[in-house]
């Protein structure tokens, strides 16, 4: 045989091998070389990962060569969604992986149950009195705790601080004075409209479809204490909390003090007028600084504070949401046990990396005490003024399951965008009738699903109202 054909038979030899290894189970699964257990990690926000590889790589250096493990960061981005169930629908999930912690892949056994295991109950402890309030599957009355919560979606109310100073609405040291109560929000949107200027007071993108949770639904929570009119203590349904904060907006919009043409306004014109230095106030979420630090960097100085009420002196918890952790797949731990899956799985969880996170402003963690003495150090100080929010925060929980007979097709946003904006029908009555059927729909939801368990949604003890 001459070299040629030698040649070509080891070749062929290799790449043989080469298929025949990445058919067998590819890189995104938890695997050992020598001495080295590799366990991939799935992730999908992108804007972090700069300084997740940095600290990934410390790990890995440290920690990680101590233990025998090596953590593959994977970063999918905006293609993560698709990429995931591709991946999952072939049997072949990564070791730890976001956006996983659902019903379907408990009930199919894709992810661990962590209670399952002694030394992950004993760390669960550390979430005690904040793991009852998260939102984690519940599969045929059970609750299976296949995550935890690491930071938060925090909301309030964004001012242009530049806006105000020229309008007069400054404390006793000359700070521009942002609003407490509607009363004081109707006011101030008066008087920092000046239409010929072209800026006005507020802004209201209506044609968004998160406008009434951002702009209404969460206000009236802070005003209330029910998220979407629902009663935790009662299991029932009273919307009559959300008619002062709309009946307030109806006000600005009657005064001409919001921007003209809300309507027909998406979320992101109105963030780029409000970046512009054209509005002086816009309800808002954290994710909001990142916008107006890079896709529209801000022209003006601006800050974050919580949401105004109804009344000053009755107030209750500022709404957050909490995100997960990620969720550990069986099959990882089929491959090479809990224990060193579990360590990464501690480690991407932790407090020590949710503080360098935090710093970056790349998070807000879950739980205030974990940054309270760090909370100034953010690079991002708008994303420190919403961290703040958090120490009178609470969990924005999933409302029981309902069929309000006679409300086809409307929920309470579209009621909000459309009745009430338009101002079709008294907003008291249209509530009032809206709270009866939802609260009626319990019953015909549990008749049509008699397995439906009802118990993590009623709390006779639950009590959000600060002190």
Known sequence: MNKKKILSLVM???????????????????????????????????????VMDELVNEWNNTTGKEKG????????????????????NADNPPDIFLKGANAKNVENGVVATLTDYPKAVEWLKNY?????????????????IVTVPKGVGVYGLVYNKDMFKAAGIVDENGEA??????????????????????????????????????????????????NSGYDRKTG?????????????????????????GAESLDNDPARALFAEGRIGMKFSGDYDVGVFTNQFPAKCDWGVVEYPSENADVRYKNPMIYTEGGVISTKAIERVGF??????????????????????GLIIPYKYDIYEDIVDECK??????????????????????SRPEGFTGQSIQSLCANDFWYEKKPIEETLAEYSKACTEGIATYIEENPDYDTSPFIDPDWDIRLK
């Open 339 to 360: 224990e060193k899956v579990f360590e990464v799985y501690k480690w991407f969880n932790s407090d020590e990396l949710v503080r360098e996170l935090y710093k970056e």
């Open 12 to 50: 062929s030899i290799v790449m043989t091998g080469t298929l025949l290894a990445s058919c067998g189970g590819g890189t995104q699964n938890a695997s050992t070389d020598e001495d080295v257990t590799v366990i991939s990690l799935w992730v999908n926000n992108s804007h972090s990962k700069s």
């Open 380 to 401: 991002m100080p708008q994303i420190a003024e919403f961290a703040k929010i958090t120490e009178n925060g609470a969990n924005v929980m999933a409302n029981i399951n």
């Open 128 to 144: 005690e009195g904040y793991i009852e309030y998260y939102s984690n599957p519940y599969y045929k009355g059970e609750q299976k």
């Open 177 to 226: 004075k942002p609003p407490k109560t509607y009363a004081e929000m109707i006011e101030y949107a008066k008087k920092l409209t000046n239409p010929e200027k072209k800026e006005y007071g507020i802004i209201f993108p209506v044609k968004w479809s998160g406008w009434t949770t951002t702009d209404i639904i969460y206000p009236a929570l802070v005003s209330g204490g029910k």
């Open 236 to 260: 029932t349904f009273d919307y009559s909390d959300i008619a002062p904060i709309m009946n307030a907006i109806l006000q600005i919009k009657h005064d001409g003090s919001c921007y003209p």
């Open 69 to 88: 493990i090596k953590i593959d960061y994977v970063v999918k981005g905006d293609d993560y969604t698709s990429q995931l169930e591709m991946a999952l």
